[in-house]
């Protein structure tokens, strides 16, 4: 672990958001992807929130319903002495008698945050993003970006009774966004797109999470328009290393480098510990990873990466390179955002190119 944390981290945390309803809580600001556009710094921030409870014992989930062709926020009450529910994980609420009923204890939807300096930003009190269908009842979620073709490309997970998708959005000057659906269906997140086509198409690594045979890991697939995806295979397993033999799934989007196509990646370990890992894949064939690292480039440490909402966290949805030096936005303990950064020169010294 050799990256430097921002003297300033956190940089963003709950206490700087303004709720989205009446009566809601912001419980965490983390998991953004990030860009450079028009002088600035712009996160796309995953906002959750909760709706507390006056009563003793009881747990109020926010979530959508439909009345009358559309979409609304409604709340449901759980005891949490209630033997039919498992409460164990602060991020869920899961029936002892049927383990695919989840609800989530949080609803979480994307705001634009904006910064002169990379470091000092300013999260806008509207939703950019907001849960409004089907496959969003339980929210909007860890957001990336990237810039191609000069339209920006932000996927998100969608998350909803039916499963974790993966859906598209798109913006030319974060003012006014488009979804464009649903582009991988359940279960599948952590889709990281390649800013450029590279023999003709477009590619985008993303992470399906089998249910009866296998591990989370991340796959490669290729598309014509960014909208309709194929020739799925296998990039990356886990490996043998305690940090990342569990699951792994791709982080920021892929990066253009000298030495080939950068991705952060995030590994995690028996006991829920994200860490996060760097990887090359070769620039002019997406197939092909040149240099993995074996240790981490960053695992929880501080307090505010230990301690939080869900602890011993680091999850990166963006990074940018600027001059010559990678910075690494990531999201910490579910609750807060953080900045790393570290010189290519160094990286590549790790990773042995």
């Known amino acids: 672990m050799f990256v430097k944390r921002s003297e300033f981290n956190p940089i963003i945390t709950p206490d700087m958001v303004k709720p989205s309803q009446e009566g809601f809580k912001v419980e965490g600001t983390f998991n953004a992807g990030a860009i450079d556009y028009n002088g600035e710094t712009v996160m796309l921030l995953r906002v959750a929130e909760s709706m507390p409870s006056s009563v003793e014992n009881e747990i109020k989930v926010p979530l959508l319903i439909e009345r009358n062709g559309s979409w609304e926020i409604t709340i449901k009450s759980f005891r949490r002495d209630d033997p039919d529910y498992d409460f164990s994980d602060p991020r869920s609420i899961i029936s002892q ?7 989530l204890t949080s609803l ?24 409004d269908n089907r496959y969003e009842i339980y929210g909007c979620e860890d957001p990336r ?3 191609i073709d000069g339209t ?7 998350i909803s009774d039916l499963g974790i998708s993966t859906s598209l959005a798109q913006t030319t000057d974060f003012q006014k966004v488009e979804k464009r659906g649903i582009i991988f269906a359940p279960d599948n997140r952590d889709v990281c797109f390649f800013p450029e086509k590279v023999n003709g198409y477009y590619w985008a690594l993303h992470r399906p999470a089998p249910m009866h045979l296998g591990r989370p890991e991340i796959w490669l697939a290729k598309s014509p328009d960014l909208i309709h995806w194929g ?3 296998i990039l990356l397993e886990c490996s043998d290393n305690d940090w990342d033999q569990m699951k792994i799934g791709g982080g920021a989007p892929l990066l253009k480098t000298d030495k080939g196509w950068l991705q952060i990646y995030h590994g995690v370990d028996s006991t829920q510990r994200y860490c996060l890992g760097a990887l090359l894949i070769d620039k002019d064939d997406p197939t092909k990873v040149i240099a993995r690292m074996r240790d981490p480039i960053a ?6 990466e230990t301690d939080g909402f869900f602890g011993n966290v680091v999850f990166c949805c963006g990074a940018i390179i600027r001059d010559d030096m990678l910075n690494i936005y990531y999201g910490a303990a579910d609750e807060v955002m953080a900045l790393a950064t570290v010189s290519l020169d160094e990286l590549w010294n790790h990773l042995s190119v």
């Open 97 to 103: 008698k049927d383990p695919n009923q989840v609800y």
């Open 152 to 158: 920006y490309h932000i996927n998100y997970s969608s």
């Open 108 to 131: 979480s939807h994307i705001r634009i945050a904006r910064s002169a300096n990379g470091v000092d930003f300013v999260v806008n009190d509207d939703a950019f993003i907001f849960p």
């Open 299 to 304: 695992e929880p440490r501080e307090a505010y």
């Open 231 to 233: 020739d799925h295979n």
């Open 145 to 147: 970006v990237t810039l």
